[in-house]
């Protein structure tokens, strides 16, 4: 079956580091998938991770551990425009995506 | 930098009424699809579209959904007899890549309310 599950929401401060873990469920894993959503808006691409390890990229890293299933996103640094959903994505698929339901960052000054 | 584009960004129709919902994907993408997001639920995938031909489809592309590319730029979603459960975001997006192995550039999203 599919099943991605993170967490339904989260706060943190201006300035600070945020971890946002993901557990998923996916047939025919071919990578995982870090999506950030603001609300009314398309989801914008952050990272993609195919091998065990961390991926960084500027602010944002992402992790991956293919045996425990799981993920997660670190922002540092955070900024008031870093407000918005993060959605844990798998492939469900050879070209089909499969959404987490999405965290919903608050970001506060 | 080049974008998805999506007509129209808003549409209303009566329930039963037949909806077609417009895409220009990224001119050197070989991927299209199809995902819709209910209102405040998540991003579900729909179709996926290669070589012009559906490459797969979830259980919700029923025989109510169809898509095509009818000419070299566009890429359609067509809902036949709308139902009140249609109602949501329809995002179309493109790739370079098949979808498990890069990223998918969304367009802003067509709404449909059906009434």
């Known amino acids: 079956g599919q099943n991605i599950d993170q967490p339904t929401e989260m706060t943190a401060t201006e300035g600070a580091i945020v971890q946002i873990n993901c557990t998923y469920q996916?047939?025919?894993?071919?990578?995982l998938f870090w999506y950030q959503q603001h609300a009314g808006e398309a989801p914008t691409f952050l990272s993609y991770n195919v091998l065990d390890g961390l991926e960084e990229k500027g602010r944002f890293s992402s992790f991956l551990s293919r045996s425990k299933g799981y993920s997660y996103l670190l922002l540092k640094e955070l900024q008031m425009k870093d407000s918005a959903s993060y959605l844990c994505v798998g492939t469900g698929g050879y070209n089909k995506l499969i959404f987490g339901a999405g965290t919903r960052l608050a970001v506060h000054p | 930098e080049p974008e998805v584009t999506q007509t129209p960004s808003h549409q209303v129709t009566q329930m039963g009424q037949e909806v077609i919902l417009r895409c220009v994907p990224i001119?050197?993408?070989?991927?299209f699809y199809w995902y819709r997001q209910i209102l405040g639920q998540k991003v579900e995938f729909l179709v996926s579209f290669y070589n012009n031909e559906i490459s797969e489809k979830s259980e919700i592309f029923d025989d109510q959904f169809s898509v095509e590319r009818p000419d070299g730029s566009n890429f359609t979603l067509k809902i036949r007899s709308t139902k009140l459960e249609d109602s949501a975001m329809y995002f179309c997006a493109s790739s370079e890549a098949r979808a498990s192995g890069g990223e998918l550039f969304f367009g802003e999203g067509s709404r449909l309310t059906v009434l």
């Open positions: 996916t047939s025919g894993f071919n990578g």
């Open positions: 001119s050197n993408h070989l991927y």
